[in-house]
């Protein structure tokens, strides 16, 4: 298996622009995390999903974020519209159960200028 | 709320020497802990994943330990090498939050 695959591996853009960040989980998990990570807070996460479905977005920190999961291999992560403060490295990753090992992708990382 | 600390930070030590990373957590109410490795640029690498019922698990040069009810783990690694240089995060997961709770990390640096 590839593992997970993010992209883009960078991006940059203005401040005001949507932003969407793709991610592809390993097949056969069920469970689908997506994290960020800056030196101020470390690992945050943001949401996850169990077969498709949002569980608990409690760490998506305002409406300008949003995630989805059309289907079993695939993720999207928006923002709009991107704030400086939105720069950080966003991670996806995913897993057979939470309780099990958690396999992340190779982040994205965000610059919002 | 759930606290993870590494200490320290930042650690650097010769090729060759055993070394022991740190992890605290304030609520004992954890279903397992997992370290993981992240080199530079990279995502993380889950490295070895301990029950609560256990004490330890091994993989390699590896070794992790458990005493979840003082709050503490460490990572063991035998024998270091310059490989081994990468930040090393452990991460607790909550059964009443379902949620995995992160470190910040030790930046390990094996010398050559």
């Known amino acids: 298996d590839a593992g997970v695959i993010q992209s883009p591996r960078h991006e940059v853009t203005e401040m005001g622009q949507e932003v969407t960040l793709r991610c592809k989980p390993i097949s056969g998990h069920d469970y689908l995390f997506w994290y960020r990570q800056t030196m101020m807070r470390g690992l945050e996460l943001l949401i996850y999903?169990?077969?498709?479905?949002?569980?608990?977005d409690s760490g998506m920190p305002e409406d300008r974020f949003s995630a989805k999961m059309p289907n079993a291999s695939f993720s999207t992560l928006k923002i709009q519209p991107s704030e400086p403060r939105d720069s950080a490295v966003y991670f996806c990753?995913?897993?057979?159960?939470?309780?099990?090992?958690?396999?992340f992708g190779s982040g994205t990382q965000l610059s919002v200028l | 709320k759930q606290e993870v600390t590494q200490i320290p930070a930042a650690l650097s030590v010769p090729e060759g020497e055993n070394l022991v990373l740190n992890c605290s957590f304030t609520d004992s109410a954890i279903y397992n802990l997992q370290w993981f490795r992240q080199d530079p640029g990279k995502g993380l690498t889950s490295l070895l994943l301990i029950q609560s019922s256990q004490r330890e698990q091994t993989s390699g040069r590896l070794n992790a330990s458990l005493d979840k009810s003082s709050g503490r783990s460490t990572l063991y690694i035998a024998a270091s090498q310059p490989g081994d240089s990468a930040t090393y995060l452990c991460?607790?997961?909550?059964?009443?939050?379902?949620?995995?709770?992160f470190g910040s990390g030790t930046r390990l640096l094996v010398r050559p």
């Open positions: 990753a995913s897993s057979q159960s939470p309780i099990e090992k958690l396999f």
């Open positions: 991460a607790v997961f909550m059964d009443s939050s379902y949620k995995l709770i």
């Open positions: 999903f169990n077969n498709n479905v949002p569980i608990d």
